[in-house]
C-alpha cells in the first residue's frame, strides 16, 4: 500500500522509495519517448528554452519532425487538462526524439550531453517514473507511476538493487535541490526503521 510523508514542500508517496527502479534502454528502447496519448508536460518557461536552444539540437532531429514543429510549434496545448505538452509526430514519438540504434532518445539531451545548452530535456521527462501534481502554489505531490512499458526498468532495478529515489537522485536536485534531496534521505532512513519492506528482499523476475 502506497502512504504519503512529506519532504520539504512535498508530499511522497512511499512507493517512490519501496519500487525498484533503473533505466535499461537496451531492453525497453525507449519506448516512453514514443507511447502515450500526449506529450511530455511542460513546466512555465520550457516551452520557451526549447525555442531558445532549438537551433542548437536541430541537427539531430529527423526532418518528418522538424516538420511537425514548423507546423505546430515547440509545445501544444493537451485537450485533456488543458496544460502545455510537447508535440507528437502524427500522434506518436515526441517530436524531439531521436532513434540511435533503434533505442529513441531525446535529441534535446543529446545536445546537453554535448555540453552545448544548459537545458537536458523538460523535467517531467527527467523525473519519470515520477508524475508531479501541484496541490498548491508551494505544495507538490509526487507519485511513482506504473507504465508496462518500464518494466524493464523495474527488473534492471532489482537485479541491480537501485530504488527508485536513487536512480532519480540528478532529477530531484535539478527540480528541488540538494538540500530538499538530503531530507529525503534521511526520510528514508527514518522509513527503513518503522518498516521491513524496504529490507525485505524480493526474487527478480
Not at 507528437?88 to 515526441?94: A, M, P, V, W
Request: a negative charge; one cysteine or more; aromatic letters at 12%.
Amino acid at each position: 500500500m502506497n502512504y504519503m510523508m512529506q519532504v520539504g514542500n512535498c508530499i511522497v508517496g512511499t512507493e517512490l522509495l519501496e519500487e525498484d527502479f533503473l533505466c535499461n534502454l537496451d531492453s525497453c528502447k525507449g519506448h516512453c519517448c514514443v507511447e502515450g496519448e500526449a506529450g511530455a508536460p511542460l513546466e512555465e518557461g520550457e516551452a520557451e528554452l526549447i525555442e531558445k536552444y532549438y537551433p542548437k539540437f536541430k541537427k539531430h532531429l529527423r526532418e518528418e519532425t522538424i516538420k511537425e514543429i514548423e507546423k505546430f510549434g515547440f509545445s501544444v496545448i493537451d485537450k485533456r487538462d488543458g496544460e502545455p505538452v510537447t508535440p507528437l509526430n502524427k500522434g506518436k514519438e515526441c517530436v524531439y526524439t531521436i532513434f540511435e540504434n533503434g533505442i529513441a532518445k531525446c535529441g534535446i539531451e543529446k545536445e546537453f550531453l554535448r555540453g552545448k545548452i544548459p537545458f537536458r530535456k523538460p523535467i517531467s521527462c527527467h523525473l519519470y517514473p515520477i508524475r508531479v501534481k501541484k496541490l498548491s502554489d508551494d505544495m507538490d505531490a509526487l507519485n511513482y507511476h506504473f507504465w508496462n512499458v518500464c518494466d524493464p526498468a523495474r527488473k534492471y532495478g532489482c537485479k541491480k538493487k537501485v530504488k527508485a529515489y536513487v536512480f532519480l537522485e540528478d532529477a530531484l536536485v535539478r527540480k528541488y535541490g540538494r538540500e530538499w534531496y538530503n531530507e529525503l534521505l534521511e526520510t528514508v532512513e527514518a522509513y527503513k526503521k518503522e518498516t521491513e519492506f524496504l529490507e525485505h528482499s524480493e526474487e527478480c523476475e
